[in-house]
């Protein structure tokens, strides 16, 4: 038999391979790794007080938009990334969009106030926590996705990876935010979106290792 005509013989009434779907996959993942993460909190910190207090309410309804925006974001786009042939190009635009309206917000803010009140708008209460406890609320759900992950076939691992870095950040930061919500907008561009950030390039090392098949 010749080759061309063995290709045509296997290539003939060929049936798509059933599996599950990521997203119900991704979904428990994320899942898991939040009730983890809040889990570690609430034992680092005990229950917030006035969680949905009047007290910075608006800084936490921010801080919560953004950052489940960018799980919400990231998650749609790791569902597309899971098979092959899904480059998620909407999702990632979006996650830009999130973060370019973040910074400009905070940039904004800045401009609107007295350069004496800079200091106290970037370096607020706590940003050393934010660096320290954003990373480690974020190892759950890193964790949790990989392992979703690893059951699909990713093929762009380093985006992949990075995506992973990103929304476990951003699920950590939000986490945060339920105990320590920052003080102002320039506070959660640098001290919530630059952790977010760290994750992210976490991932960008990680994942091509992590995720390989």
């Known amino acids: 038999m010749k080759t061309d005509d063995l290709i045509n ?35 680092m910190f005990g229950v917030p007080a006035n969680a949905l207090g009047e007290q ?57 106030a007295h350069p004496a009140a800079w200091g106290g708008m970037i370096f607020g209460p706590q940003w050393a926590a934010c660096l320290i406890c954003i990373p480690l609320f974020a190892i ?31 699920l950590g930061a939000a986490i945060f935010a339920l105990h320590h919500p920052g003080g102002s907008i320039p506070f959660l561009v640098l001290w919530y979106g630059g952790p977010i950030v760290l994750c992210s390039l976490v991932g960008v090392i990680l994942g091509p290792r992590l995720l390989r098949w």
Do not use: Q, Y
């Open 9 to 43: 013989m296997l290539g003939t009434n060929v049936e798509p391979v059933k599996g599950a779907d990521p997203r119900n996959l991704l979904v428990i993942a994320l899942a898991i790794g939040a009730v983890a993460a809040l889990c570690l909190m609430l034992a």
């Open 56 to 112: 910075n309410f608006s800084i936490k309804v921010l801080a919560l938009a953004f950052t489940l925006g960018v799980v919400a974001a990231g998650t749609r786009f790791l569902i597309k990334s899971a098979r092959p042939g899904e480059p998620g190009r909407k999702a990632l635009a979006l996650l830009g969009l999130l973060f370019f309206a973040f910074l400009l917000a905070g940039i904004v803010a800045l401009a609107l």
């Open 140 to 170: 759950a759900p890193f964790v949790s996705l990989i392992w979703a992950l690893r059951r699909e076939a990713p093929t762009h691992l380093a985006r992949t990876g990075a995506v992973v870095g990103m929304v476990a950040g951003a």
